[in-house]
């Protein structure tokens, strides 16, 4: 099969399309044809890309956990997910991914695809929402009416949380360039803040929760938009608990897990019009190096796609 393999740590140059042996499914697991993955582009300097939980290091691995295609086989033990379905998922990341045409998968991994989106649509989604969703859910108890500040939320993950917290009946604010504030409007926020044209520290206030996608200076700028008990939650970089404790609040950092349960709550909300994936660019899957490069440099409005089958 054609792959996407990491020759080397930490850079898009190490990324070459070639052959690599098609893998097979074991015991318990799934083996999908992908159609679409979208790009991760920080896995490139992520640990667990380059070596498994023991530390070994993972001879020539494939990037990309997000997936979009059709079963192609199952292994023994393998009983509720049948030939021929179509699924997406997020997929664990000590594992070979997706950036090829062949990718295993876990049972608790894969959801039916949503109904409503084609492939590339679907590959789009799971990172990106399952962060937003377990934020908001399982480490901020999000529940109607509070207010919800997204910092960067043109983003890959921002579009998401915008669309689901407003859906949960928050009251959003989001940030972004001049260029992005109509458009996260559209998906759902209450007021959108031009971050090149004002602080947002200086215009908002008692929030519940910030979800912070961007870190550095403006993840230290969010303490004081929070009301006392609030909750920083951070995808960029670990908050410090001292600042947490002097400003009243809670924070949190963790990393987005597979969960094929919350795979199919979003693909409801998806399939009944409450939310839908934003893509940037879609590219073939012989230019991941270009695809990697433009996530790296961020500022991109939504995911980058690497289409695996036409």
Do not use: C
Request: charged share 20%.
């Amino acid at each position: 099969m054609k792959a996407i393999r990491l020759h080397g740590r930490g850079d898009p140059e190490q990324l070459f399309y070639e052959d690599a042996p098609q893998p097979e499914p074991g015991p318990g697991e799934v083996l999908v044809r992908v159609h679409a993955t979208g790009v991760i582009a920080p896995e490139l300097t992520w640990p667990e890309t380059y070596e498994t939980k023991a530390g070994k290091v993972r001879d020539l691995p494939i990037p990309g956990h997000d997936l979009s295609g059709v079963v192609a086989a199952v292994g023994p033990g393998v009983s509720d997910i049948a030939l021929g379905t179509e699924v997406y998922a997020l997929t664990a990341f000590d594992r070979d991914g997706a950036e090829a045409e062949y990718a295993i998968g876990l049972p608790s991994e894969l959801a039916s695809k949503p109904r409503s989106l084609d492939h590339v649509q679907a590959a789009a989604v799971p990172l990106t929402a399952l962060t937003a969703w377990q934020a908001y859910f399982e480490h901020a108890g999000l529940t109607a009416g509070q207010t919800v500040l997204v910092t960067g939320a043109a983003g890959g993950v921002g579009v998401f949380a915008v669309q689901i917290a407003s859906w949960a009946g928050a009251h959003v604010i989001g940030t972004a360039s001049g260029r992005n504030l109509d458009f996260l409007r559209e998906l759902g926020a209450h007021e959108a803040i031009d971050y090149t044209a004002t602080r947002f520290d200086e215009v908002v206030h008692d929030v519940d929760v910030v979800l912070d996608t961007v870190g550095g200076e403006t993840q230290e700028r969010s303490w004081k938009v929070l009301k006392k008990g609030g909750v920083l939650i951070s995808v960029a970089n670990p908050p410090s608990p001292e600042q947490a404790k002097a400003h009243g609040v809670r924070s949190v950092w963790f990393i987005v897990e597979p969960n094929r349960q919350q795979l199919g709550q979003i693909a409801e909300l998806i399939d009944a019009g409450h939310v839908r994936p934003i893509i940037d660019t879609v590219l073939p899957l012989a230019q991941a190096r270009q695809a990697f490069a433009q996530g790296a440099s961020g500022h991109t409005r939504g995911k980058i796609v690497l289409r695996v089958k036409e």
